[in-house]
């Protein structure tokens, strides 16, 4: 593993922090163009529109070649999920954000993702190799959650 100095970790935690910091600006985004539109959905419609056109550019621009319909029948079935997970994200971001604000959204939002990742990691579930929980993870965990509750009741 990577020590915390090596830029080959460094340069993608850097990249990891900027994706957090366009999560946190992605709702407020969407939620603006759904009061725009009349309709919360819309906002999520338009949020996957523009992001298959950007993915279309990115795949034109980086001369990605057409994936092959056999690999794809091979993959898993619930490989398949990632669009209705997206989705899922991105509705009950424009729907909670509006009622609980962003940072009770986010910090829940975070705390749920970081559960899941430790057990994710420590079963070796979705084919991804196994990394056991630690004392260190799980005192993550609980920090992540207390600062949860930190933003909620003060």
Same mark, same amino acid.
């Given at each position: 593993?990577?020590?915390?100095?090596?830029? *080959?970790? =460094?340069?993608?935690?850097?990249?990891? =922090?900027?994706?957090?910091?366009?999560?946190? +600006?992605?709702? &407020? +985004?969407?939620?603006? &163009?759904?009061?725009?539109?009349? *309709?919360?959905?819309? $906002?999520?419609?338009?949020?996957?529109?523009? $992001?298959?056109?950007?993915?279309?550019?990115?795949?034109?621009?980086?001369?990605?070649?057409?994936?092959?319909?056999?690999?794809?029948?091979?993959?898993?079935?619930?490989?398949? =999920?990632? %669009?209705? !997970?997206?989705?899922?994200?991105?509705?009950?971001?424009?729907?909670?954000?509006?009622?609980? %604000?962003?940072?009770?959204?986010?910090?829940?939002? +975070?705390? /749920?993702?970081?559960?899941?990742?430790?057990?994710?990691?420590?079963? $070796?579930?979705?084919? !991804?190799?196994?990394?056991?929980?630690?004392? /260190?993870?799980?005192?993550?965990?609980?920090?992540? %959650?207390?600062?949860? =509750?930190?933003?909620?009741?003060?």
């Amino acid at each position: 593993m990577p020590t915390p100095r090596d830029t *080959t970790f =460094l340069i993608p935690m850097v990249l990891a =922090l900027i994706a957090g910091v366009v999560t946190a +600006i992605q709702p &407020f +985004i969407n939620a603006r &163009f759904a009061a725009a539109s009349g *309709t919360r959905v819309h $906002g999520s419609v338009a949020n996957f529109a523009v $992001g298959l056109v950007a993915m279309l550019a990115v795949s034109v621009l980086l001369r990605a070649p057409m994936p092959q319909a056999e690999k794809l029948a091979a993959a898993p079935w619930w490989s398949w =999920l990632g %669009g209705v !997970c997206g989705a899922f994200f991105v509705t009950m971001a424009i729907m909670l954000v509006p009622k609980v %604000g962003a940072a009770n959204y986010l910090s829940a939002m +975070i705390a /749920g993702q970081l559960l899941a990742s430790i057990l994710i990691d420590h079963f $070796g579930l979705l084919e !991804c190799p196994v990394n056991p929980i630690t004392p /260190g993870r799980v005192v993550g965990v609980i920090l992540i %959650g207390a600062g949860m =509750l930190s933003i909620r009741l003060w």
